[in-house]
């Protein structure tokens, strides 16, 4: 299925990312524990090759695809189907255990998540998120209302000056939104972003989305909402159990999801 998206449209348009045939394996260690001193273990180790006590889960399994500039694309599926695996590994967070991904230009994974500190306030981590996505002093002074006032976290008291720990969940997964959706992105990828906050900021998010892409990016957006998929992506990739099931245009997978789904 992706290889005929591939053929199809290809055209003349500009790639922004490639996953080429992509596999992905988490290795859980500590799964047993073994008795005896660590000489002997080291000993049994070597012996059979393989380290005692590791469960290898296959979270991603053999995923092609190509995406476009300008393309807006919806990531479905269950539950630990591997849709956030596959952003990480799309961001460079993840090493492919076979295949490949490429990318032409920089991929920003939403919302910056490590560089924000909770015992910082909203200002501080304003300035620290931007810095992390590469903006510099000026063009985070430059944009800072605009990140505040997108957020909307102002809008019931100065909270912005508090610090993080003190925010909702949904208030600082629209703060982080906000900070990403400041500047340019070649790649950006949102996962769960529009599921927090009212419909107004959900309408906010899904015009920036459509701004990016106008702006000659590529975002992929992974969401259990599908209306929020609807309204944003023009294409889907449906991924279960690791494996890419669907790629098409957003109605043709929805209507089949929906029918797998029962929803």
Not at 5 to 34: C, F, N, S, W
Not at 52 to 71: I, P
Not at 105 to 112: F, K
Not at 176 to 187: E, G, L, W, Y
């Amino acid at each position: 299925m992706a290889d005929q998206h591939i053929d199809q449209q290809g055209g003349g348009r500009i790639p922004t990312v490639i996953a080429d045939e992509l596999h992905i394996v988490y290795r859980v260690h500590g799964a047993k524990t073994g008795k005896g001193s660590a000489t002997a273990a080291l000993s049994r180790i070597v012996k059979r090759g393989e380290e005692r006590g590791v469960r290898k889960v296959h979270a991603v399994k053999g995923v092609s695809f190509v995406a476009y500039r300008g393309e807006a694309v919806g990531l479905i599926g269950s539950n630990g189907s591997g849709k956030s695996t596959l952003l990480r590994a799309i961001a460079g967070l993840l090493p492919a255990e076979k295949g490949r991904v490429y990318t032409n230009g920089q991929p920003s994974l939403l919302g910056v998540n490590a560089a924000l500190m909770n015992d910082l306030t909203g200002e501080r981590n304003v300035i620290l998120g931007g810095l992390a996505m590469g903006m510099s002093r000026e063009q985070i002074k430059e944009r800072y209302q605009g990140i505040v006032d997108f957020s909307g976290i102002n809008e019931k008291g100065d909270f912005i000056t508090l610090p993080m720990r003190t925010y909702s969940s949904g208030m600082a997964a629209r703060l982080r939104f906000s900070i990403a959706a400041a500047k340019d992105h070649d790649v950006l990828m949102i996962d769960e972003a529009l599921a927090t906050g009212d419909r107004k900021f959900q309408k906010r998010s899904e015009e920036r989305i459509r701004e990016l892409r106008k702006e000659a990016g590529t975002v992929f957006l992974v969401s259990h909402n599908n209306k929020s998929i609807r309204d944003t992506c023009d294409r889907v990739l449906w991924l279960e159990r690791g494996e890419l099931r669907m790629d098409g245009p957003t109605d043709e997978v929805l209507k089949e999801y929906e029918k797998f789904t029962g929803k």
